[in-house]
Protein backbone atom coordinates (compact mmCIF):
# COMPACT_ATOMS: atom_id res chain seq x y z
CA UNK A 1 0.00 0.00 0.00
CA UNK A 2 1.38 3.70 -1.34
CA UNK A 3 2.21 6.26 1.72
CA UNK A 4 -0.10 8.97 2.18
CA UNK A 5 1.16 11.99 0.48
CA UNK A 6 2.19 14.95 2.90
CA UNK A 7 1.39 18.70 2.14
CA UNK A 8 3.87 20.96 1.63
CA UNK A 9 4.38 23.17 3.83
CA UNK A 10 7.14 25.55 2.42
CA UNK A 11 8.68 26.92 -1.11
CA UNK A 12 11.16 28.53 -2.20
CA UNK A 13 13.98 29.64 -4.72
CA UNK A 14 17.63 28.79 -4.08
CA UNK A 15 20.44 30.28 -5.79
CA UNK A 16 21.74 26.34 -6.35
CA UNK A 17 20.95 22.53 -5.54
CA UNK A 18 23.25 22.93 -2.75
CA UNK A 19 21.78 25.96 -1.29
CA UNK A 20 18.37 24.78 -0.50
CA UNK A 21 18.65 24.23 3.66
CA UNK A 22 18.27 20.65 5.16
CA UNK A 23 14.81 19.50 4.78
CA UNK A 24 14.67 21.45 1.61
CA UNK A 25 14.25 19.52 -1.76
CA UNK A 26 15.52 21.24 -4.81
CA UNK A 27 14.01 20.53 -8.42
CA UNK A 28 17.01 19.94 -10.35
CA UNK A 29 15.05 18.58 -13.21
CA UNK A 30 11.74 18.52 -15.28
CA UNK A 31 9.60 15.42 -16.11
CA UNK A 32 11.19 15.34 -19.22
CA UNK A 33 15.15 14.94 -18.19
CA UNK A 34 15.88 18.58 -18.74
CA UNK A 35 17.53 20.93 -15.94
CA UNK A 36 15.40 23.28 -14.33
CA UNK A 37 17.30 26.08 -14.02
CA UNK A 38 15.14 28.81 -13.54
CA UNK A 39 17.80 31.65 -13.47
CA UNK A 40 17.79 33.80 -16.42
CA UNK A 41 13.37 33.20 -16.32
CA UNK A 42 14.23 34.46 -12.70
CA UNK A 43 16.35 37.61 -14.39
CA UNK A 44 19.20 35.94 -12.44
CA UNK A 45 22.35 35.27 -14.52
CA UNK A 46 24.09 32.72 -12.04
CA UNK A 47 21.02 30.58 -12.03
CA UNK A 48 18.28 29.35 -9.75
CA UNK A 49 15.94 26.06 -8.81
CA UNK A 50 12.53 26.21 -6.98
CA UNK A 51 12.98 23.88 -3.97
CA UNK A 52 9.91 22.33 -1.81
CA UNK A 53 9.76 21.12 1.71
CA UNK A 54 7.02 18.75 3.32
CA UNK A 55 7.93 19.62 6.85
CA UNK A 56 9.02 15.53 7.54
CA UNK A 57 6.77 12.43 8.83
CA UNK A 58 7.89 13.58 12.19
CA UNK A 59 7.24 16.89 12.41
CA UNK A 60 4.70 18.88 14.33
CA UNK A 61 1.67 20.02 12.20
CA UNK A 62 1.86 23.35 10.87
CA UNK A 63 1.11 25.85 8.13
CA UNK A 64 0.39 24.11 4.94
CA UNK A 65 1.05 25.24 1.52
CA UNK A 66 -2.77 25.50 -0.03
CA UNK A 67 -2.22 27.84 -3.18
CA UNK A 68 0.65 28.98 -5.72
CA UNK A 69 0.83 31.91 -7.75
CA UNK A 70 3.34 32.73 -10.51
CA UNK A 71 2.85 36.67 -11.02
CA UNK A 72 4.70 39.14 -13.38
CA UNK A 73 6.68 42.01 -11.23
CA UNK A 74 4.19 44.54 -12.00
CA UNK A 75 1.32 42.72 -10.63
CA UNK A 76 0.67 43.60 -6.95
CA UNK A 77 1.05 40.82 -4.24
CA UNK A 78 -2.38 39.01 -3.45
CA UNK A 79 -4.16 39.66 -0.34
CA UNK A 80 -3.25 36.79 1.99
CA UNK A 81 -0.30 35.68 -0.09
CA UNK A 82 3.32 35.77 0.72
CA UNK A 83 6.39 35.77 -1.60
CA UNK A 84 8.49 32.83 -1.38
CA UNK A 85 11.73 33.15 0.48
CA UNK A 86 15.07 32.86 -1.61
CA UNK A 87 18.19 30.69 -0.30
CA UNK A 88 20.73 32.28 0.37
CA UNK A 89 19.34 35.57 1.03
CA UNK A 90 18.31 37.22 -1.57
CA UNK A 91 21.18 40.03 -3.40
CA UNK A 92 20.68 43.60 -3.75
CA UNK A 93 19.50 45.14 -6.68
CA UNK A 94 19.14 41.43 -8.35
CA UNK A 95 15.63 41.33 -10.84
CA UNK A 96 13.01 39.39 -10.80
CA UNK A 97 10.93 39.37 -13.85
CA UNK A 98 8.01 36.74 -12.31
CA UNK A 99 7.40 36.36 -8.59
CA UNK A 100 6.40 33.29 -7.08
CA UNK A 101 3.48 33.69 -4.42
CA UNK A 102 2.29 31.16 -1.90
CA UNK A 103 -0.87 30.92 0.27
CA UNK A 104 -0.35 29.48 4.31
CA UNK A 105 -2.87 27.91 6.33
CA UNK A 106 -2.82 26.09 9.75
CA UNK A 107 -3.29 22.22 8.76
CA UNK A 108 -6.73 22.21 11.03
CA UNK A 109 -8.03 25.27 8.75
CA UNK A 110 -6.87 23.89 5.33
CA UNK A 111 -9.82 21.69 3.02
CA UNK A 112 -7.30 21.11 0.33
CA UNK A 113 -3.66 21.58 -0.09
CA UNK A 114 -0.48 21.34 -2.43
CA UNK A 115 0.66 18.18 -2.32
CA UNK A 116 3.42 17.83 -5.18
CA UNK A 117 4.89 21.06 -7.85
CA UNK A 118 6.59 20.22 -11.37
CA UNK A 119 8.33 22.03 -14.37
CA UNK A 120 7.92 20.44 -17.56
CA UNK A 121 8.43 22.95 -21.23
CA UNK A 122 5.56 24.73 -22.15
CA UNK A 123 4.34 22.33 -24.67
CA UNK A 124 3.74 19.55 -21.69
CA UNK A 125 0.57 18.55 -20.23
CA UNK A 126 0.32 17.29 -17.05
CA UNK A 127 -2.79 14.79 -15.65
CA UNK A 128 -4.13 15.46 -12.59
CA UNK A 129 -1.50 18.97 -12.12
CA UNK A 130 -2.69 22.30 -12.66
CA UNK A 131 -0.52 24.49 -14.57
CA UNK A 132 0.14 27.75 -12.48
CA UNK A 133 2.39 30.03 -14.80
CA UNK A 134 5.78 30.02 -16.50
CA UNK A 135 8.86 31.07 -15.85
CA UNK A 136 11.22 31.42 -18.63
CA UNK A 137 10.84 28.36 -20.77
CA UNK A 138 9.01 26.12 -17.98
CA UNK A 139 5.61 25.80 -17.37
CA UNK A 140 5.17 25.23 -13.28
CA UNK A 141 2.44 22.55 -12.04
CA UNK A 142 1.17 21.23 -8.39
CA UNK A 143 -0.78 18.74 -7.56
CA UNK A 144 -3.66 19.91 -5.00
CA UNK A 145 -5.75 17.59 -3.03
CA UNK A 146 -7.91 17.21 0.14
CA UNK A 147 -6.08 17.16 3.84
CA UNK A 148 -6.97 13.90 5.60
CA UNK A 149 -7.57 15.46 9.68
CA UNK A 150 -8.11 12.90 12.28
CA UNK A 151 -11.59 13.23 14.11
CA UNK A 152 -11.41 11.03 16.53
CA UNK A 153 -12.93 11.87 20.21
CA UNK A 154 -11.64 10.37 23.39
CA UNK A 155 -13.35 7.31 24.59
CA UNK A 156 -14.64 8.92 27.61
CA UNK A 157 -16.05 11.91 25.72
CA UNK A 158 -18.63 9.27 23.82
CA UNK A 159 -19.31 7.43 27.14
CA UNK A 160 -20.86 10.66 28.48
CA UNK A 161 -22.52 11.37 25.19
CA UNK A 162 -24.26 7.92 25.83
CA UNK A 163 -24.77 7.98 29.17
CA UNK A 164 -28.35 8.58 30.51
CA UNK A 165 -27.62 10.58 33.39
CA UNK A 166 -27.38 14.18 33.46
CA UNK A 167 -23.84 15.51 33.59
CA UNK A 168 -24.60 17.61 36.77
CA UNK A 169 -26.21 15.86 39.79
CA UNK A 170 -27.07 19.05 40.77
CA UNK A 171 -29.73 19.78 38.55
CA UNK A 172 -31.94 16.98 38.57
CA UNK A 173 -35.58 17.39 39.04
CA UNK A 174 -37.07 16.23 42.47
CA UNK A 175 -38.91 13.48 41.29
CA UNK A 176 -35.14 12.68 39.56
CA UNK A 177 -33.72 13.09 42.70
CA UNK A 178 -36.31 11.17 44.83
CA UNK A 179 -35.73 7.85 42.35
CA UNK A 180 -32.25 8.21 42.88
CA UNK A 181 -32.75 8.20 46.92
CA UNK A 182 -34.93 4.97 46.73
CA UNK A 183 -32.91 2.71 44.59
CA UNK A 184 -30.28 3.11 46.77
CA UNK A 185 -32.55 2.89 49.93
CA UNK A 186 -33.90 -0.65 48.53
CA UNK A 187 -32.62 -3.21 45.66
CA UNK A 188 -34.48 -3.22 42.36
CA UNK A 189 -36.40 -6.78 42.14
CA UNK A 190 -35.68 -6.81 38.38
CA UNK A 191 -31.79 -6.31 38.22
CA UNK A 192 -31.60 -5.61 34.61
CA UNK A 193 -28.09 -3.73 34.56
CA UNK A 194 -25.51 -4.04 32.09
CA UNK A 195 -21.73 -3.83 31.87
CA UNK A 196 -21.95 0.01 31.42
CA UNK A 197 -24.04 0.09 35.14
CA UNK A 198 -27.38 1.18 33.28
CA UNK A 199 -30.79 -0.52 33.86
CA UNK A 200 -34.26 0.08 31.99
CA UNK A 201 -35.28 1.69 34.56
CA UNK A 202 -32.48 4.60 34.56
CA UNK A 203 -33.73 8.13 34.15
CA UNK A 204 -37.77 6.76 35.34
CA UNK A 205 -38.71 9.22 37.80
CA UNK A 206 -41.21 7.51 40.01
CA UNK A 207 -43.05 8.46 43.82
CA UNK A 208 -44.77 5.81 46.85
CA UNK A 209 -48.10 6.87 47.22
CA UNK A 210 -47.86 8.76 50.70
CA UNK A 211 -49.99 6.15 52.97
CA UNK A 212 -47.13 3.81 52.14
CA UNK A 213 -44.64 6.40 52.99
CA UNK A 214 -44.95 6.55 57.07
CA UNK A 215 -44.42 2.91 56.99
CA UNK A 216 -41.49 3.00 54.53
CA UNK A 217 -38.58 3.30 57.53
CA UNK A 218 -40.56 0.16 59.23
CA UNK A 219 -39.23 -2.02 56.43
CA UNK A 220 -40.79 -3.64 52.96
CA UNK A 221 -42.83 -6.14 54.84
CA UNK A 222 -44.74 -4.07 56.06
CA UNK A 223 -45.69 -2.40 53.14
CA UNK A 224 -46.41 -6.39 51.77
CA UNK A 225 -49.17 -6.81 54.66
CA UNK A 226 -51.66 -4.28 53.43
CA UNK A 227 -51.29 -5.28 50.02
CA UNK A 228 -54.27 -7.75 48.81
CA UNK A 229 -52.61 -10.66 46.75
CA UNK A 230 -55.16 -11.70 44.21
CA UNK A 231 -54.90 -15.33 42.17
CA UNK A 232 -55.70 -16.16 38.35
CA UNK A 233 -59.04 -17.03 39.14
CA UNK A 234 -60.28 -13.85 41.12
CA UNK A 235 -58.35 -11.70 38.82
CA UNK A 236 -60.12 -13.74 35.78
CA UNK A 237 -63.47 -13.41 37.26
CA UNK A 238 -63.46 -9.76 38.41
CA UNK A 239 -61.81 -8.63 34.89
CA UNK A 240 -63.64 -11.36 32.52
CA UNK A 241 -65.03 -10.03 29.24
CA UNK A 242 -67.31 -12.13 27.33
CA UNK A 243 -66.89 -9.79 24.44
CA UNK A 244 -71.14 -10.74 23.55
CA UNK A 245 -71.58 -8.06 21.97
CA UNK A 246 -68.57 -8.27 19.78
CA UNK A 247 -69.55 -11.75 18.47
CA UNK A 248 -73.30 -10.73 17.81
CA UNK A 249 -72.69 -7.78 15.76
CA UNK A 250 -69.81 -10.44 13.70
CA UNK A 251 -72.41 -12.82 13.21
CA UNK A 252 -75.06 -10.73 11.93
CA UNK A 253 -75.40 -11.39 7.99
CA UNK A 254 -74.44 -8.09 5.65
CA UNK A 255 -77.34 -7.35 3.67
CA UNK A 256 -78.17 -8.54 -0.24
CA UNK A 257 -77.46 -6.38 -2.74
CA UNK A 258 -80.15 -6.42 -5.03
Known amino acids: MAAAETPLT ?12 AGWTAITVTVEGAAANLGKGFGHKGGGYLCVCTG ?12 LQVLSDRSPQPPGYTRIPEFPEPRTGASRKKRVYLKLLPLDAAETAVFDLKLSSKSKALPHYMKIGEIGNFAIWCKKG ?6 AQPISTGLEQLS ?20 SQHESLYDTSNIYGLSAMDGVPFTLHPKFESKLSSGSNAILADLNVKSLADIEEEYNYAFVVERTAAARLPPRVC
Open 10 to 21: GVAWAAAPEAAP
Open 56 to 67: GAQAAPGPVVTD
Open 146 to 151: PVLKSR
Open 164 to 183: LQPPDSDHKSPAARCSIKRA
